[in-house]
């Protein structure tokens, strides 16, 4: 089972940003999160992931807790090509590091 | 660079046949997972492949089989298929067996009728 609660939905207004929250309370130390999206009929598509710092690339930014136990990602100008599932995957290194997805969260960007 | 590609991009078969998917890892990439993922629902974890031996499983049964290559391709072999067989097959690949980010292809939709 996925160890991240997300909400099923969520929408924002294009050029604004998008906040998409993830809870992940009963994360390990060892464990990373790690964020995913998928466009309709493609294969998922890697964001950006953290330990316990925030995080930022070209595409977002994320940003832990101090307690680790929940964590937002941040698209910073949302646009009509942001429409997505979005998954919020909590991650352990080692030898069988594999992903374990939730049902994500549906963020719709309105023109 | 190039990207992780899936063949083919869509196959229909009967129930009981069997059928074979393929996968190339993204360059530089020596680890292999699979992954199934039924309408409206997340990729389920099949199994990992990392230097040519399976290293990870997950629920599924053992017609579900895997290959991996010396050049780090992969596929993916079902037995018997069922109608709940049904799904896009998704392959991604990675670097090492630890916290390197997977890299997906666009899948393969498998339709069993």
């Known amino acids: 089972d996925a160890k991240t609660t997300q909400p099923p939905s969520m929408d924002c207004a294009e050029g604004r940003a998008a906040n998409l929250p993830c809870n992940h309370s009963?994360?390990?130390?060892?464990?990373?999160v790690y964020w995913y999206r998928q466009i309709h009929s493609q294969g998922p598509q890697y964001i950006i992931h953290?330990?316990?710092n925030n995080e930022t690339n070209e595409m977002a930014s994320l940003i832990i807790t101090e307690d680790r136990k929940s964590s937002t990602l941040i698209l910073p100008h949302a646009t009509l090509r942001d429409t997505a599932v979005y998954y919020c995957?909590?991650?352990?290194?080692?030898?069988?590091?594999?992903?374990?997805f939730g049902k994500g969260i549906t963020l719709s960007v309105r023109p | 660079e190039t990207g992780v590609t899936q063949s083919p991009t869509h196959l229909i078969k009967t129930r009981g046949q069997q059928v074979t998917l393929r996968c190339s890892s993204q360059?530089?990439?020596?680890?292999v997972s699979w992954y199934q993922q039924a309408l409206g629902q997340g990729p389920q974890f099949i199994f990992q492949?990392?230097?040519?031996?399976?290293?990870g499983r997950g629920n599924f049964p053992p017609r579900f089989s895997g290959l991996q290559f010396p050049n780090y391709s992969s596929e993916l072999n079902v037995n018997a298929l069922e109608l709940d067989d049904s799904a896009l097959y998704l392959c991604?690949?990675?670097?090492?067996?630890?916290?390197?980010?997977?890299?997906f292809g666009n899948g393969t939709r498998l339709t069993v009728t």
């Open positions: 009963t994360i390990s130390g060892n464990e990373y």
């Open positions: 360059s530089g990439h020596n680890t």
């Open positions: 492949y990392y230097r040519e031996e399976e290293n």
């Open positions: 995957i909590v991650r352990a290194t080692g030898a069988n590091s594999k992903l374990t």
């Open positions: 991604a690949s990675s670097i090492g067996t630890s916290n390197s980010p997977l890299h």
């Open positions: 953290g330990l316990k």
